[in-house]
């Protein structure tokens, strides 16, 4: 029999629904995940950031993702032209992690899900979530169906949304917000990247900038077997005048128009299909009400530039489980103050970050010589993911970026 009452019913077991799955099992709540899919899965989204250890680690999943064998990761680089420079995540300004891992995230999903199962969460892998139904003060209902063509009612006492870009109760409630980020599409695949290069540093992602337009970006996300995650990010606009092309001819032609990302896979072997994401970033109306709130991507999602997103899911997730848990031993708890307020805090940091990498100004920051180091670590900071540490003046003021900006041109 496939109906029930549970604690809480999770919609996806992503990274943000098997971390909450974990804390809340752990805590003696009655947890069920229903997964859509089944795993290992594909997954956009390898290059994780320091911060994320932490949160891993509070999860319970630290140990199973260092056993695992990732790709080794202390920064990110960054090339434009002839520029090139990059950020050691270990000379950041904040405490804490300054080295992560790449991660095929269809392993690296399945190791959290599996740490959530162990823990004590249920998940069913190919059920998807249909339907929500508010049914009294106490609970509410999800119809969900299986492969198998059943159809079945659970209620639980409160969902958390974690189904990512499946945006289930953004869809069904009606939270859908447009983004203020502009449209754009993303095209990437994995391949076997024979890197020759010597000088090619495996253990940083490299961000490559488009020689003539500084809004079309690439990253190259080396993994530990010799394979690498490429895509390249480009406006709506110039991904329409080259529609007549296949995806994998515009992800190739736009590879090797630029240096740095040409030069690393002159030898490179392009051996799985290409995949594509169209107007990605996301936001809601609210991302908490009476029996419900929203993780990771289903919640906001704002650009792959600075891959915040799987440190957000986890960081969503830890919160979110913690005012669930206060919530079901029958604490007093607002979700706007616990949950939304806090989570906002990074993601607006990492706004005002994607901005300024769109506008220019932390492209002008990035490329500046002979940066004064202070300043140097906090950006650093920043983008190994310390994005709620206020101590830092560029958490607690983003808009500064602007401002160095202008002191970086004079
Ligand atoms: P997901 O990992 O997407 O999991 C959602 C799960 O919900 C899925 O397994 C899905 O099957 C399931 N689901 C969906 N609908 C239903 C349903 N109806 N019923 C049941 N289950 C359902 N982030 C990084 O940290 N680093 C990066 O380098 C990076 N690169 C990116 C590049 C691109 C082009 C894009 C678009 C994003 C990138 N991201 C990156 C973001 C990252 O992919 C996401 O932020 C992250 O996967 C979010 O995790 P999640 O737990 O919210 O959701």
Same mark, same amino acid.
């Given at each position: 029999?496939l109906?029930?009452?549970?604690?809480?019913?999770i919609?996806?077991?992503?990274?943000?629904?098997?971390?909450a799955?974990a804390?809340?099992?752990?805590n003696?709540?009655?947890?069920l995940?229903?997964?859509k899919?089944?795993?290992?899965?594909?997954?956009?989204?390898e290059?994780?950031l320091?911060q994320?250890?932490?949160?891993l680690?509070?999860?319970?999943?630290?140990?199973a993702?260092?056993?695992?064998?990732?790709q080794?990761?202390?920064?990110?680089a960054?090339?434009?032209k002839?520029?090139?420079?990059?950020?050691?995540?270990?000379?950041?300004?904040?405490?804490?992690?300054?080295t992560?891992?790449q991660v095929?995230?269809?392993?690296?999903?399945?190791?959290?899900?599996d740490?959530a199962?162990?823990?004590g969460?249920?998940i069913r892998?190919?059920?998807?979530?249909?339907?929500?139904?508010?049914?009294?003060d106490?609970?509410?209902?999800?119809?969900?169906?299986?492969e198998?063509?059943?159809?079945?009612?659970?209620? %639980?006492?409160f969902? @958390? #949304?974690a189904?990512?870009f499946?945006? $289930?109760?953004?869809k +069904?409630?009606?939270?859908?917000?447009?983004?203020?980020?502009?449209?754009?599409?993303s095209?990437?695949?994995h391949?076997?990247?024979?890197?020759?290069?010597?000088y090619?540093?495996?253990?940083?992602?490299?961000?490559?900038?488009?020689?003539?337009?500084?809004?079309i970006?690439?990253?190259l996300?080396p993994?530990?077997d010799?394979?690498?995650s490429?895509?390249?990010?480009?406006?709506r606009?110039i991904y329409?005048?080259?529609?007549?092309?296949?995806?994998?001819?515009?992800?190739?032609?736009f590879?090797?128009?630029?240096?740095?990302?040409?030069?690393?896979?002159?030898e490179?072997?392009f051996?799985?299909p290409v995949?594509?994401?169209a107007?990605?970033?996301s936001?809601?109306?609210?991302?908490?009400?009476k029996h419900?709130a929203?993780?990771?991507? %289903?919640?906001?999602f @704002? #650009?792959?530039v600075?891959?915040?997103g $799987?440190?957000?899911? +986890?960081?969503?997730?830890?919160?979110?489980?913690?005012?669930?848990?206060?919530?079901?031993?029958?604490?007093?708890?607002?979700?706007?103050n616990?949950?939304?307020?806090?989570?906002?805090?990074?993601?607006?940091?990492?706004?005002q970050?994607?901005?300024?990498?769109?506008d220019?100004?932390?492209q002008?920051?990035?490329?500046?010589?002979?940066k004064n180091?202070?300043v140097k670590a906090?950006?650093c900071?920043?983008?190994?993911?310390?994005?709620?540490?206020?101590s830092?003046?560029?958490?607690?003021?983003?808009?500064?970026?602007h401002?160095?900006?202008?002191?970086?041109q004079?």
């Open positions: 029999n109906n029930g009452n549970f604690d809480v019913a919609i996806g077991a992503g990274p943000s629904g098997a971390v799955a804390q809340l099992a752990r003696g709540h009655k947890v995940v229903l997964e899919q089944h795993f290992p899965r594909f997954s956009i989204g290059s994780l320091p994320s250890m932490e949160l680690e509070q999860a319970g999943m630290l140990q993702v260092v056993e695992a064998g990732f080794f990761k202390n920064g990110a960054f090339a434009n002839g520029l090139y420079d990059f950020f050691d995540f270990r000379e950041k300004f904040s405490p804490g992690w300054g992560t891992y095929q995230r269809a392993q690296f999903d399945k190791i959290l899900a740490c199962t162990k823990d969460a249920e892998y190919g059920h998807a979530v249909e339907s929500y139904t508010e049914i009294d106490n609970s509410v209902q999800l119809h969900v169906y299986d198998q063509q059943n159809e079945y009612d659970i209620t %639980a006492k969902v @958390l #949304d189904s990512g499946g945006r $289930v109760l953004p +069904l409630l009606n939270l859908e917000k447009e983004s203020t980020l502009s449209t754009r599409i095209l990437f695949t391949i076997e990247d024979r890197i020759g290069l010597k090619f540093d495996r253990n940083k992602i490299l961000i490559s900038v488009h020689p003539e337009n500084n809004e970006w690439y990253w996300i993994f530990s010799g394979r690498a490429v895509g390249v990010v480009l406006p606009t329409e005048q080259h529609q007549h092309q296949e995806d994998a001819d515009i992800l190739k032609y590879i090797y128009q630029t240096g740095k990302m040409s030069e690393s896979l002159t490179a072997v051996d799985t995949g594509k994401l107007g990605y970033s936001d809601v109306t609210q991302m908490s009400g419900f929203l993780l990771g991507n %289903a919640g906001e @704002l #650009d792959p600075f891959s915040s $799987v440190t957000i899911a +986890l960081k969503s997730a830890i919160l979110a489980a913690e005012t669930l848990d206060k919530q079901l031993r029958g604490e007093q708890v607002n979700w706007k616990d949950f939304e307020q806090p989570l906002k805090l990074g993601i607006d940091t990492f706004r970050f994607v901005e300024g990498w769109y220019g100004s932390l002008t920051v990035i490329f500046t010589k002979d180091p202070a906090m950006i900071s920043v983008l190994a993911g310390y994005a709620w540490d206020t830092n003046p560029y958490v607690k003021n983003p808009k500064r970026l401002v160095l900006a202008q002191l970086c004079k």
